[in-house]
C-alpha cells in the first residue's frame, strides 16, 4: 500500500513537472510571435521602405519602353556618336591635315572611355634630340584606317550614370540576392553591349577611306549612313531589364497583390 502511494506521488509530481515545461514553452513560443509582431515587425517594414526607395530609384532610371529606348537611354547611343565623330576628326586630320566639325553643335561630350585589352598604348616620340633615321621623318599615319581596330570607346555622361547607379545597386546590403543577381546581369550586359558597339565601330571606319578619299569629300560630310552598319542595337540590354523587372514583380509578389496580368 505504502508503495503504490509513492508510486503515485512520484507519477504526480512528473506530470506536473511536464505540464510546467509545456506550459512554459507555449507561453515562449506565443510571447516569441506577439514579439515578432511588435518588435521585428516595425524593423522589417522599416527595411521594406528602404528597399521600394532604391527599387523606384533604379526603376525611374530604366524606364526603357523598347530595344531602341534601351540603347539610345543607357546611353550608348551617344556614346558610340561620341567616339565616331571623335574618329572622324582624327582621321581627316591624319590623312588630309584638316580640321572638321559638325554643323550642329553637339553637346553630348566623352566623360571616359573603355580599353579594348588590344590597346597598343603610347608610341615613341621622337624629338629634335634625337637621332632620327630618314623612315622616321617621314609622315606617320596614326591609324592603318583600312585595317582599324578599336583601342578606346568614349563614353557619355548618360551611360556613365546607368552604370553608376547599378554599381551602387549591386552593392547595397539591403536589397535581396535574388534582385542583386539580375542586377548584376544588367552591369555585366551593358560593359557587353558598349564592347560590341565598339566591334560595330571598327566596321565604320575601316569605310572612311572608301567614303571620303580626298580632302574634297569631306566637306558636307554625312556620317548617317554609318549607324545602318550597326549590330547591336540594345537588344540583349533590354531583355535583362525585363529579367529585373520580373525578379522585382516576384519578390513584391505584385500579381498576387494587384492581380496577374493576362
Known amino acids: 500500500m505504502q508503495f503504490c502511494l509513492e508510486t503515485t506521488v512520484t507519477m504526480v509530481k512528473n506530470l ?17 510571435r506577439q514579439a515578432r509582431r511588435t518588435i521585428f515587425q516595425p524593423a522589417k517594414n522599416e527595411v521594406f521602405k528602404v528597399q521600394i526607395e532604391k527599387l523606384q530609384e533604379l526603376m525611374q ?5 523598347s530595344d531602341f529606348d534601351a540603347w539610345r537611354a543607357s546611353g550608348l547611343s551617344t556614346s558610340a556618336d561620341i567616339s565616331m565623330n571623335s574618329l572622324f576628326k582624327t582621321y581627316a586630320k591624319d590623312r588630309f591635315s584638316a580640321e572638321v566639325k559638325p554643323k550642329a553643335e553637339d553637346k553630348a561630350s566623352s566623360v571616359g572611355m573603355i580599353v579594348s585589352p588590344n590597346a597598343t598604348g603610347f608610341e615613341k616620340i621622337v624629338g629634335p634630340a634625337d637621332d632620327a633615321d630618314e623612315s622616321e621623318k617621314r609622315p606617320h599615319h596614326v591609324y592603318d584606317w583600312e585595317n582599324y581596330t578599336w583601342e578606346t570607346f568614349e563614353v557619355s555622361s548618360r551611360y556613365q550614370e546607368v552604370v553608376e547607379l547599378l ?12 534582385i542583386l543577381s539580375k542586377v548584376n546581369n544588367l552591369q555585366k550586359e551593358l560593359h557587353d553591349a558598349a564592347i560590341r558597339a565598339a566591334h560595330d565601330l571598327e566596321k565604320v571606319v575601316r569605310e572612311f577611306p572608301r567614303h571620303y578619299p580626298n580632302r574634297e569629300c569631306l566637306d558636307g560630310a554625312d556620317l548617317t549612313w554609318a549607324h545602318n552598319m550597326r549590330e547591336e542595337r540594345g537588344q540583349n540590354l533590354y531583355i535583362k531589364l525585363n529579367e ?19
Open 244 to 262: 529585373l523587372k520580373q525578379a522585382i514583380r516576384t519578390y513584391l509578389q505584385t500579381d498576387e497583390l494587384f492581380g496577374s496580368r493576362t
Open 61 to 65: 532610371l530604366l524606364n526603357w519602353k
Open 167 to 178: 554599381d551602387e545597386v549591386s552593392n547595397n546590403p539591403v536589397l535581396p540576392h535574388e
Open 16 to 32: 506536473t513537472q511536464i505540464g510546467f515545461w509545456i506550459v512554459a514553452g507555449s507561453v515562449a513560443w506565443l510571447s516569441y
